[in-house]
């Protein structure tokens, strides 16, 4: 089925898969200013506003978000059978292997399969990082509570155990010490198994690193690394990993820091991500900048968003640009400092009333939304993450990260959630 939508220059984009519609569609949205076929697991909605066509793919295990990759790969042949193809992208965690199959079947510029599955399994993500001399936590795969025991003794506590295939930090926890580990494992393992049975089994104990986290949304081109923008990134909820907010600004002086660049283009290569977009998390060690993860897509909680409206970048242009096997306009078309920051309740419990501030209430408060419907559970970690736990989201906008984050302060002083 097709609908009125741009004309096709040199091909289609085929964008797999289209995520939350609140999370996401600002990205389908404006991809969508070029002709886009998507492939989805289920009936458009409100994609159809943003596309030239589409194909449904249903997904082999649904409540596990588990992709049929023949079936997928098989949609974009008839695709292109049809229509010419020019690239294939997708912004979703659970999709980018898929997408490198793809890529491959099509001889599309992109991720290759091997670099897709690098990102993916965070076990071969640290393996390779460390092999390549990158600075690294110690870190040991483990698929018992025996082996993961002995493992934290020899980093020493406190360590993080995570699970090998999931995003958006669930099931990541930090261990304080022994008594703490069995029940960390068991959130860990069992928050493995409910993601893609690929990468399910078995967790990953990892020494503590400590210092400041940053995320940095960029482009590979052909084994060039180039930055779009960098989001420091605030976290709370111990002993989770939840990320409760992200500010970027244009002028970040990350961006042209020797030593970082330096490190992302080594962990690019090691990890064989030529082509593509990426999510790298850093975490600034005492022992230099080390690589927490990198995401083969663009990054998620509205990252991009943020960084689009601090820097007038577009990052939807540039995936698409990236995925056409073309070098896009990177140069910032303002210069500003925004943040966004997810209110949470204090306990589990269904949503009776939310109050936010109007934006524009407080000076520089851009947005004040509530993103969970009244009767809506909330559930914090480990029974729920992100999408789950949050009543709310307030972004805000200063001359500089300090008058940012005074703006979210008061912004968030003045919201509130009503649970039963």
Known sequence: ??????????????????????????????????????????????????????????????????????ALVEAARQVAAERPVAGVMSYDETLVVATAHIAEALELPGLTVAG????RDK?????????????????????????????????????VVKPRGMGASIGVVR????????????????????????????????EMLTGPEISIDGAVLNGEYRPMFVAHKSVGLEPYFEETGHTVSADDPLLTDPVLLDTLERAHR???????????????????PAIVEVNARLGGDLIPYVGRLATGI????????????????????????????????????????VTLPAPGSTPGLLEAEQITPDGAAL????????????????VGEGPDP????????????ASAVRLT
Not at 137 to 150: H, I, N, Q, S, W
Not at 379 to 394: D, I, V
């Open 270 to 288: 090691a990890l064989g991500v030529s082509t593509g977009m990426t999510h790298t998390e850093v975490k600034f060690s005492s022992r230099g």
């Open 175 to 206: 261990v304080e010490d022994e008594a703490a580990l069995d029940s960390a494992f068991a959130t860990a393992e069992q928050a493995g198994r409910a993601g893609n049975p690929d990468f399910e089994g078995g967790v990953l104990v990892e």
């Open 123 to 159: 076990s071969r993500t640290r393996a390779l990082l460390t092999q390549a001399g990158l600075v690294q936590p110690g870190f040991a795969f483990v698929t018992d509570l025996a082996a993961a025991r002995e493992a934290a003794a020899g980093f020493g506590y406190p360590v």
């Open 116 to 119: 897709a599955l690098n990102c």
């Open 402 to 413: 300090e008058s940012c984050a005074a703006v979210l302060d008061a912004a968030q002083a």
């Open 379 to 394: 559930r914090l970690p480990p029974g729920g993450y992100a999408n789950l736990s949050r009543y709310a989201l307030l």
């Open 1 to 70: 089925m097709t609908t009125d939508g741009p004309t096709p220059d040199d091909g289609l984009i085929l964008v797999v898969g289209s995520g939350v519609q609140r999370y996401r569609e600002y990205l389908l949205s404006s991809a969508g200013k070029h002709p886009v076929w998507l492939l989805d697991a289920a009936e458009p909605g409100w994609q159809l506003a943003h596309v030239t066509g589409h194909t449904v793919v249903p997904q082999l295990h649904p409540e596990r978000m588990t992709p049929d990759v023949p």
């Open 314 to 353: 577009d990052p939807a242009d540039v995936a698409v640009e990236t995925a056409r096997g073309r070098a896009a306009d990177l140069t910032p078309a303002r210069i500003a400092t925004v943040g966004i920051r997810f209110c949470y309740p204090p306990v589990d419990g269904t949503v009776a009333a």
